[in-house]
């Protein structure tokens, strides 16, 4: 059998590794750094190599951070699960975390692309089924027109339309919310908190109540 290392791992086995105040504190740190780039570029402007490498963390950061982002809100996850008393990390990690994906996400039409993504998914889904019956009789020749692409295409304009208006004001809501959350200014807050709650996490876990060694996680 192939292996492939790291991706022959068990989510249960990837969380084992997250659970560890190093790893977690070094995250933070990471998450931090990218959430609060902008104020650490104007503050690091002068100093000629910490400017540039600021400068280009505030580039790339926005694409980074969604990745890392993501990554924030699985050991949030972790934390939540096996620290009963990790409150404080857990909060900071996935409050981090969906700052940094909102960053990206909220520059798209959420509402629209889902619209779009449910009415293509139920229309493919639909020809699947009903594909196999167009030589049946009676129903046959009914079904030939249905699937004909000029049907195809009404039957999606139709879902576009109901998903949009059905799910379109959820969406757009926890899109605002997250322009909010990745506004420059709550950004920065976010990072700088991130930034010292890993730095305590690694240096004084206790005052955070973590428990050394963290317990294994389990997967629900």
Known sequence: MLQFGVFDLTLGEIMVWFANEWVVGGILIITGILAAAWLLENITDPIPLLGTIFDILVKIGTFV????????????????????????????????????????????????????????????????????????????????QITSLKWMAVIAAILFFFFYGLFGLIINIVAL?????????????????????????????????LVIPWPAPTIT
């Open 177 to 209: 919310i997250g322009k909010i959350f990745s506004s420059t200014p709550l950004l920065v807050i976010i990072g700088l908190a991130a930034i010292a709650v890993g730095i305590i996490t690694i240096a004084a876990p206790g005052l955070l109540n």
């Open 65 to 144: 951070g969604f990745f890392v982002g993501i990554l924030d809100i699985l050991v949030g996850y972790v934390v939540f699960q096996t620290q009963p008393g990790g409150a404080i990390v857990a909060g900071v990690l996935i409050l981090a975390g969906f700052a940094l994906v909102m960053r990206v996400l909220s520059k798209f039409p959420l509402a629209f692309v889902f619209a779009i993504a449910a009415s293509l998914f139920v229309t493919f889904t639909l020809y699947g089924l009903l594909i196999p019956y167009v030589n049946t009789a009676y129903v046959g020749e009914y079904i030939v």
